[in-house]
């Protein structure tokens, strides 16, 4: 049975005989579904209509990978490359024989995590490319796994998983929202891979914190507390964020302090 995937978020449901009646994640208010209704595809109709994988360098030790033609939300997903492992941070909606060899050529994949729903893409169909590696994901998001398979692996707060590699449930934008912390980093000193958890403003000095992004839906002082709360134990001095030049180079944890407090200040003004 074809696993069919929603052309509005990207994310691939389970298999069924005919397309899922509905997208639970496209009808929640942080997403929306597309103006042209509910439409699906595969695969293998993806592969029919020439997309294809792109391989770009974002840091030493830093492998951005996005579709092309771009589908969907257009993220990338990132690689990072480590002495213990490779692993996958976020995740697009398309996978192919050459996406998997040049990641072979890159050393693998040991394990992949995604910051939140919307970045599920085809998560499983990666895992299984790559000897079922595992899946983690944030018990507090296992209701928007739509397509279940026995290499998830919950956790909860912060879990290392390779040594260096730690995942830290932040909270935010959906309640189990994350982020990943590379202590090394491409440069020695620490890099937070985040995804839309802490979004890079177009203000590369800043970021920012939404409960939607489409649909322009603030989060409360409380949750904008907890995510600076969450990551201000670890050291890093970038953010690499859910697309190409999304970046902070300089003072990332200066950045998102500094940014938080902006956002307060002006949710509470009166």
Known sequence: MPA???????????????PPAHCIICEDERQYTGWGGQQW?????????????????AATGLTGIDTRPRFAIGQRALLVQTPRGNFLWDCIS????????QVRDLGGLHGISISHPHFYGVMVEWSHAFGNAPIYIPEADREWVVRPDPAFQWYSGAKEVLPGLTLVQCGGHFEGSA????????DGEGALLTGDTIAVAQDRRFVTFMRSYPNYIPLAEEAVRGIVEAVRPHRFRRIYGGWWGNDVTEDALGAIE???????????AK
């Open 94 to 101: 398309y996978i192919d024989e050459e996406t998997v060899r």
């Open 41 to 57: 595809t595969t695969l293998a109709q993806m592969r029919e209509a020439g997309h294809q994988n792109r391989f770009q360098q």
């Open 4 to 18: 069919y995937i929603c052309k509005t978020c990207g994310v691939q449901h389970a298999g069924s005989e005919q």
């Open 179 to 186: 982020v990943l912390h590379w202590a090394e980093g491409p």
């Open 258 to 268: 500094r940014s938080a407090e902006r956002y307060v200040r002006w949710i509470s």
